[in-house]
């Protein structure tokens, strides 16, 4: 939600908090290691071979496209996205890889909006609300004013 300055040729963006979404990530690996070592502890093997099986799905979940990107640092060498601690997707793009700001609808009656940034094949996490909204199209510019200074 805020536009951290790291130097003065990169911007840093959090659509989410990336702190907490690291913390919600080690605290579900922690407490699934944690029911593993006490499983092998009390030599439980079907107990352990049912969260080594859990440790995996938390992994898959963390990779999954269900989870989005949270940060993205835009710098004159290209497009930074980073999904966690935990995450095996984080990636950087070349700065002319097409970007769009899509828009869904969500909840029961499909009555709430969401909107997420799309950077090639990525999806951002998604927000709400039209500050949220207004941060997705910074970053658009940030990418289409770092696409210009790299064409002069």
């Not at 536009?3 to 990336?18: E, G």
């Not at 605290?27 to 079907?46: D, E, F, T």
């Not at 997707?89 to 700001?101: G, V």
Request: hydrophobic fraction near 45%; include cysteine; glycine fraction near 6%.
């Amino acid at each position: 939600m805020v536009i951290v300055p790291q130097d003065m040729d990169c911007q840093t963006f959090a659509i989410k908090f990336l702190f907490v979404q690291n913390a919600i990530m080690v605290l579900s690996l922690g407490i699934v290691v944690y029911l593993l070592v006490r499983a092998l502890w009390k030599k439980n093997i079907r107990h352990a071979l049912v969260f080594s099986v859990w440790i995996l799905i938390v992994f898959w979940f963390f990779n999954s496209p269900f989870f989005g990107f949270s940060e993205v640092k835009v710098c004159p060498g290209g497009i930074r996205l980073n999904y966690g601690v935990l995450s095996f997707r984080n990636t950087e793009f070349p700065l002319h890889t097409p970007w769009t700001i899509k828009t869904t609808l969500s909840g029961v009656r499909k009555t709430k909006r969401l909107h997420f940034l799309r950077i090639g094949d990525r999806e951002s996490m998604k927000v709400h609300g039209l500050k949220d909204l207004n941060l997705l199209k910074e970053v658009g510019e940030a990418i289409e004013d770092k696409k210009r200074a790299e064409e002069k």
